[in-house]
């Protein structure tokens, strides 16, 4: 499997030892060939005659449904959201719309040598230059996703405390929905007894996704089934989540269409990573650092008046930021100003913000980065010793600067001292702003969801998870 | 002249199915205290056999029937001889502790996708790894009340992993897998992680098919390995002990034993005394030692002895015991235990 997945894909999905052929339900042959060599019979499995044959298609949800392997599920993938895939549909006709994510800028701020807005400038002219309609910000769809988490942190704080029993308390901890290595490893290897723990709300790319096909379209003047929306993620596994059967939807005014297949839509209909977006760079042959930088898409875009880049404090989303300030000024009359006191646990991946009140701890929220501290996590609920309110888990070590689809070290640089290096690059002339106070976000309130935590709201903005049952071939070669 | 020979003790019947691999507590076999070991089987149970003093004959102490739900690969006694840690294919590493005489398990150490295929302790005892055939090793570390940590989920071997085992002084873990290398883990240089300082593949004299175990010689500044390519490799490192500054020091290839088996060797230990034991799918039990009379350039190691039809069936572990005169014990296909005293004939 590709090492391009974070590690809780790697973990939780592989199951090819046994060759992809012979994992996979759907296709029992004509797949990758199996270097099988005499082998103990620890495992189970008699040898595979190598059968030629015309490969069998498979497409990436049958891969998603299945407890087996992914690796099947990257080719499918490498195909749906390619490159090519994404010039085809410039060419079509399409109305492409990009949201880029602030790691992506980071990222390609750091390979160029430039700040983060010539970054976002030179990519939507470079972009538009290529037939795109229109690029936005999922900055600002974030602050959307956490205004939303705020609201869900808050109901299910208050209903912890109408239950007795902590122990069968399912609604704290509440974690985070945006990594999709987390919840894709959620849903197939720890099932039913963490899910209720994560958090409804979609992830800022979804939410975005939600926004332009639900929302904004109309005001382009663009039904939904027009639009070829693209998003641009520091995330290999990002692409499953875009693919994912919940951000499927059809368009409310065709009824006619309805039970048609070709009538479903995504809300993201495909990914491009950081790296994969340097690589179109480089396939166009573009002088990327002298290219001019154009003005920005402002609709979906954290920009302000005086042309300054904003958003919330954290490389990873800043969810335990924004949710921990919310919560300690709602709950408690606390207000927090200036960066909030993280410490470190065990390792840098793991940090630990408290809230003290009257000698007693009122608020306890960590951030977990990384496999390893996930399952410590994860070993913690499971035992019934999490202690925390709000975990914010990622699969990556050092977070989603540092995902599988960011652009890798360049010579003799050490990954340790990207990761520095994007850290400082993410914010730098990037203004701190409060979710609650983003004019774009008011004014989808205002004009389409109502109010934050409103129905309307959950509709658009809200999805479900849902354990993977063990296929019984899977069993079978786990025998 | 004298000639050696591995004379049969006993044979140890109970497991029902086959016995994968054994384990002598290094707390006994001195000061009085009876030789002890545990074994593991395809009959998902433990069991932890002890030597009578007085009759020098074996009998088991305990079974070991829960938690496991499947074959119990492998186990290991922490340094100190209290803890026991059994792997799993149910995918899970159970830790049980000695009370009173009586093993309790105190921990479940879950993760691993698949099959847990080998646990192994550091030398303090602070440090637990595992491997599985979900290609991965992780590293454990040893918190005050049997609590276990995850440190370290290390993704290297492209294959199923078949052995970790940590070196005898420092902490530094090897693994190797059917993916034909062995991989070594450290601690070390700027990152906060572990990583791996060094693979040992066929490119550099390394195996051409998969390495089944490891062993190290009692300085720890040698290793040897065995292999499904019919091969026992021994390779050495310098100024092990001289960990501080010094920085890891790769490991080379010494010699390749070849010639002497013809069907895959699955274990290989090196005792205290200098002699290391194979155990292969030809039912035999070779013992090996340094080779003294050596020629410039020529084989460094020879066979002592072979013992054919040690057992029935595959000899799937060999492990000299601690202690004044060290044991031999071997764990069979054949369901069954044997432990071997060498001897010296006239």
């Given at each position: 499997?590709?090492?391009?997945?974070?590690?809780?894909?790697?973990?939780?999905?592989?199951?090819d030892?046994i060759?992809?052929?012979?994992?996979?339900?759907?296709s029992?042959?004509g797949?990758k060939?199996?270097?099988?060599?005499?082998?103990?019979?620890?495992v189970?499995?008699?040898?595979?005659?190598?059968?030629?044959?015309?490969?069998?298609?498979?497409?990436?949800?049958?891969?998603?449904?299945?407890?087996?392997?992914?690796?099947?599920?990257?080719?499918?993938?490498?195909?749906?959201?390619?490159?090519?895939?994404?010039?085809?549909?410039?060419?079509?006709?399409?109305?492409?719309?990009?949201?880029?994510?602030?790691?992506?800028?980071?990222?390609?701020?750091?390979?160029?040598?430039?700040?983060?807005?010539?970054?976002?400038?030179?990519?939507?002219?470079?972009?538009?230059?290529?037939g795109?309609k229109?690029?936005?910000?999922?900055?600002?769809?974030?602050?959307?996703?956490?205004?939303?988490?705020?609201?869900?942190?808050?109901?299910?704080?208050?209903?912890?405390?109408?239950?007795?029993?902590?122990?069968?308390?399912?609604?704290?901890?509440?974690?985070?929905?945006?990594?999709?290595?987390?919840?894709?490893?959620?849903?197939?290897?720890?099932?039913?007894f963490?899910?209720?723990?994560?958090?409804?709300?979609?992830s800022?790319?979804?939410?975005?996704?939600?926004?332009i096909?639900?929302?904004l379209?109309?005001?382009?003047?663009?039904?939904p089934?027009?639009?070829?929306?693209?998003?641009?993620?520091?995330?290999?596994?990002?692409?499953?989540?875009?693919?994912?059967?919940?951000?499927?939807?059809?368009?409310?005014?065709?009824?006619?269409?309805?039970?048609?297949?070709?009538?479903?839509?995504?809300?993201?209909?495909?990914?491009?990573?950081?790296?994969?977006?340097?690589?179109?760079i480089?396939l166009?042959?573009?002088?990327?650092?002298?290219?001019?930088?154009?003005?920005?898409?402002?609709?979906?875009?954290?920009?302000?008046?005086?042309?300054?880049?904003?958003?919330?404090?954290?490389?990873?989303?800043?969810?335990?930021?924004t949710?921990?300030?919310?919560?300690?000024?709602?709950?408690?009359?606390?207000?927090?100003?200036?960066?909030?006191?993280?410490?470190?646990?065990?390792?840098?991946?793991?940090?630990?913000?408290?809230?003290?009140?009257?000698?007693?701890?009122?608020?306890?929220?960590?951030?977990?980065?990384?496999?390893r501290?996930?399952?410590?996590v994860?070993?913690?609920?499971?035992?019934?010793?999490?202690?925390?309110?709000?975990?914010?888990?990622?699969?990556?070590?050092?977070?989603?600067l540092?995902?599988?689809?960011?652009?890798?070290?360049n010579?003799?640089?050490?990954?340790?001292?990207?990761?520095?290096?994007?850290?400082?690059?993410?914010?730098?002339?990037?203004?701190?702003?409060?979710?609650?106070?983003?004019?774009?976000?008011?004014?989808?309130?205002?004009?389409?969801?109502?109010?934050?935590?409103?129905?309307?709201?959950k509709?658009?903005?809200?999805?479900?998870?849902?354990?993977?049952?063990?296929?019984?071939?899977?069993?079978?070669?786990?025998? | 002249?004298?000639?050696?020979?591995?004379?049969?003790?006993?044979?140890?019947?109970?497991?029902?199915?086959?016995?994968?691999?054994?384990?002598?507590?290094?707390?006994t076999?001195?000061?009085?205290?009876?030789?002890?070991?545990?074994?593991?089987?395809?009959?998902?149970?433990?069991?932890?056999?002890?030597?009578?003093?007085?009759?020098?004959l074996?009998?088991?102490?305990?079974?070991?029937?829960?938690?496991?739900?499947?074959?119990?690969?492998?186990?290991?006694?922490?340094p100190?001889?209290?803890?026991?840690?059994?792997?799993?294919?149910?995918?899970?590493?159970?830790?049980?502790?000695?009370?009173?005489?009586?093993?309790?398990?105190?921990?479940?150490?879950?993760?691993?996708?698949?099959?847990v295929?080998?646990?192994?302790?550091?030398?303090?005892?602070?440090?637990?790894?595992?491997?599985?055939?979900?290609?991965?090793?992780?590293?454990?570390?040893?918190?005050?009340?049997?609590?276990?940590?995850?440190?370290?989920?290390?993704?290297g071997?492209?294959q199923?992993?078949?052995?970790?085992?940590?070196?005898?002084t420092?902490?530094?873990?090897?693994?190797?897998?059917?993916?034909?290398?062995?991989?070594?883990?450290?601690?070390?240089?700027?990152?906060?992680?572990?990583?791996?300082?060094?693979?040992?593949?066929?490119?550099?004299n390394?195996?051409?098919?998969?390495?089944?175990?490891?062993?190290?010689?009692?300085n720890?500044?040698k290793?040897?390995?065995?292999?499904?390519?019919?091969?026992?490799?021994?390779?050495?490192?310098?100024?092990?002990?001289?960990?501080?500054?010094?920085?890891?020091?790769p490991?080379?290839?010494?010699?390749?034993?070849?010639?002497y088996?013809?069907?895959?060797?699955?274990?290989?230990?090196?005792?205290?005394e200098?002699?290391?034991?194979?155990?292969?799918?030809?039912?035999?039990?070779?013992?090996?030692?340094?080779?003294?009379?050596?020629?410039?350039?020529?084989?460094?190691?020879?066979?002592l002895?072979?013992?054919?039809?040690?057992?029935?069936?595959?000899?799937?572990?060999?492990?000299w015991?601690?202690?004044?005169?060290?044991?031999?014990?071997?764990a069979?296909?054949?369901?069954?235990?044997?432990?071997?005293?060498?001897?010296?004939?006239?």
């Amino acid at each position: 499997m590709s090492e391009k997945f974070s590690a809780a894909l790697r973990i939780g999905d592989l199951n090819d030892f046994i060759a992809p052929s012979q994992a996979c339900i759907v296709s029992l042959k004509g797949l990758k060939p199996n270097a099988n060599k005499p082998d103990k019979s620890e495992v189970s499995v008699g040898r595979n005659k190598q059968v030629q044959s015309e490969p069998v298609k498979i497409s990436l949800k049958d891969c998603l449904a299945c407890s087996g392997c992914v690796t099947s599920a990257e080719t499918v993938m490498l195909e749906k959201q390619s490159l090519d895939e994404f010039l085809s549909n410039i060419s079509k006709g399409k109305a492409v719309i990009m949201s880029v994510s602030p790691q992506s800028r980071a990222s390609l701020a750091a390979h160029f040598g430039i700040s983060p807005l010539q970054v976002f400038k030179k990519l939507t002219r470079f972009f538009k230059s290529l037939g795109v309609k229109a690029i936005f910000d999922t900055s600002c769809s974030r602050d959307l996703t956490l205004i939303e988490s705020c609201m869900e942190f808050m109901s299910r704080y208050k209903q912890s405390h109408l239950v007795d029993d902590e122990k069968s308390n399912s609604s704290l901890p509440m974690i985070t929905s945006a990594c999709p290595g987390w919840i894709c490893y959620a849903e197939k290897q720890l099932g039913s007894f963490v899910l209720p723990n994560i958090s409804k709300v979609k992830s800022p790319q979804q939410t975005i996704g939600a926004i332009i096909k639900h929302y904004l379209c109309q005001d382009m003047g663009l039904r939904p089934e027009e639009i070829y929306h693209v998003t641009v993620m520091p995330c290999y596994d990002k692409k499953l989540e875009a693919a994912r059967d919940d951000f499927v939807f059809r368009p409310e005014s065709h009824d006619e269409g309805s039970g048609n297949e070709d009538n479903v839509m995504t809300e993201v209909d495909s990914v491009l990573t950081t790296g994969e977006v340097l690589e179109l760079i480089q396939l166009k042959e573009v002088d990327f650092e002298s290219l001019e930088e154009s003005s920005l898409d402002r609709p979906l875009t954290n920009i302000s008046e005086e042309g300054y880049l904003y958003g919330v404090r954290g490389s990873s989303g800043g969810y335990a930021d924004t949710i921990f300030r919310y919560a300690a000024k709602t709950l408690f009359g606390r207000e927090i100003v200036g960066p909030l006191n993280f410490r470190n646990i065990r390792n840098p991946d793991f940090q630990e913000v408290t809230l003290e009140v009257e000698g007693k701890t009122v608020l306890r929220f960590a951030l977990c980065y990384g496999f390893r501290n996930l399952q410590n996590v994860v070993r913690k609920l499971k035992t019934g010793k999490c202690d925390y309110h709000f975990l914010e888990i990622m699969a990556c070590p050092s977070g989603c600067l540092n995902g599988g689809g960011q652009i890798k070290p360049n010579k003799g640089q050490s990954p340790k001292e990207l990761s520095q290096l994007l850290e400082t690059i993410y914010m730098d002339n990037v203004r701190v702003a409060e979710p609650f106070d983003n004019p774009v976000v008011r004014g989808l309130y205002d004009k389409w969801l109502e109010q934050p935590g409103s129905d309307k709201a959950k509709r658009h903005l809200h999805t479900q998870y849902h354990p993977v049952e063990k296929s019984i071939t899977s069993q079978l070669h786990n025998w | 002249m004298e000639t050696l020979e591995l004379k049969e003790i006993q044979r140890l019947e109970g497991h029902t199915d086959r016995v994968w691999s054994l384990a002598w507590n290094p707390a006994t076999g001195h000061n009085g205290v009876p030789l002890l070991f545990a074994s593991c089987s395809g009959d998902k149970t433990v069991r932890i056999w002890e030597q009578n003093l007085s009759s020098g004959l074996w009998s088991t102490k305990a079974v070991l029937d829960e938690p496991h739900t499947r074959t119990v690969r492998s186990c290991a006694w922490s340094p100190s001889g209290k803890l026991l840690a059994t792997a799993s294919f149910d995918a899970t590493t159970a830790i049980w502790e000695n009370v009173g005489g009586d093993y309790e398990c105190v921990s479940t150490l879950e993760g691993h996708e698949h099959e847990v295929k080998s646990v192994s302790w550091n030398a303090s005892g602070n440090l637990l790894a595992t491997c599985s055939r979900d290609k991965s090793v992780w590293i454990w570390e040893v918190l005050p009340g049997n609590e276990f940590e995850c440190v370290s989920v290390l993704q290297g071997h492209t294959q199923d992993v078949k052995m970790v085992k940590w070196h005898p002084t420092m902490d530094i873990l090897f693994s190797c897998s059917y993916d034909n290398t062995i991989k070594v883990w450290a601690d070390e240089g700027d990152s906060d992680d572990w990583q791996c300082v060094q693979t040992i593949g066929e490119p550099n004299n390394g195996h051409t098919s998969t390495v089944w175990a490891l062993s190290f010689n009692a300085n720890g500044d040698k290793m040897v390995t065995c292999s499904d390519d019919l091969t026992l490799k021994i390779w050495e490192s310098e100024n092990i002990g001289m960990q501080s500054g010094g920085g890891f020091r790769p490991w080379r290839h010494l010699c390749t034993l070849s010639g002497y088996h013809d069907r895959t060797i699955f274990s290989v230990h090196w005792s205290r005394e200098g002699i290391f034991a194979s155990g292969a799918a030809d039912d035999a039990i070779r013992l090996f030692v340094d080779d003294n009379e050596s020629q410039v350039g020529g084989p460094l190691y020879k066979l002592l002895l072979k013992k054919e039809k040690a057992h029935d069936m595959d000899i799937n572990s060999v492990q000299w015991s601690p202690g004044e005169k060290p044991l031999l014990a071997s764990a069979s296909d054949d369901g069954t235990i044997k432990v071997w005293e060498l001897v010296s004939q006239r």
